[in-house]
């Protein structure tokens, strides 16, 4: 089945850029989704079709696609956006959404 | 506003039974699919399976397919995921969440502690 490789951790100083990545097979064919997750809450979307944000996610989150990686950034990390940071796409072959294992955003 | 609500916390003996509930509102329940997924403390999300709430079809993870059953309700908009012959590493929150157009999970609930514990 698919696979989604993500990096467990990222650490950043306030107010610097906090990138995290997200690698598959052929990922540039797909679409991207990304998912913050703080301690003790459930997952929110914030970024869907590889860079669009929903509403009420501040334009500090962006999302971008290149070759066999898709990255989430964060410009002007705050301390608020410490969370498990995950990507997911959907498999078309197996008919079901792919999660990657997460990475954790500390704020230095 | 769109909202899925989840039953709460359970307590389970391995070898016991546990049914979820997620009750969705502020849009049509017939038209997005709901996906349960899984988290086990510390650990990344794990799919477990979808049902479209139209026609009750569903699918199912293969680990988990000989002990889950999602079903519907449409008069209450509703959706259960029961899990059967709990095990210790069934441990988890789950959550159901609303599937848009074969891409993202845009609403999800706040999630079902289960413990299984002896």
């Known amino acids: 089945s698919y696979v989604l490789t993500q990096p467990p951790s990222v650490s950043v100083a306030p107010g610097k850029t906090a990138n995290f990545t997200c690698g598959g097979n052929n990922i540039g064919s797909k679409k991207v989704h990304w998912y913050q997750q703080k301690p003790g809450q459930a997952p929110v979307l914030v970024i869907y079709?590889?860079?669009d944000r929903p509403s009420g996610i501040p334009e500090r989150f962006s999302g971008s696609h290149s070759g066999n990686t898709a990255t989430l950034t964060i410009s002007r990390v705050e301390a608020g956006d410490e969370a498990d940071y995950h990507c997911q796409v959907w498999d078309r072959s197996s008919d079901h959404p792919v999660f990657g294992g997460g990475t954790k955003l500390t704020v230095l | 506003q769109v909202q899925l609500v989840q039953s709460g916390a359970e307590v389970k003996k391995p070898g016991a039974s546990v049914k979820v509930s997620c009750k969705v509102s502020g849009y049509t329940f017939t038209h997005y699919y709901i996906q349960w997924v899984r988290q086990a403390p510390g650990q990344g999300l794990e799919w477990m399976g979808w049902?479209?709430?139209?026609?009750?079809?569903?699918k199912y993870t293969q680990t988990l397919q000989d002990r889950i059953t999602m079903t519907r309700d449409t008069s209450t908009s509703t959706v259960y995921m029961e899990l059967s012959s709990l095990r210790s590493d069934d441990t988890a929150i789950y959550y159901c969440?609303?599937?848009?157009?074969?891409?993202?999970?845009?609403?999800w609930g706040q999630g079902s502690l289960v413990t299984v514990s002896s």
């Open positions: 079709y590889d860079s």
């Open positions: 969440a609303r599937l848009y157009s074969y891409g993202p999970l845009d609403y």
């Open positions: 049902i479209n709430p139209q026609s009750g079809g569903t």
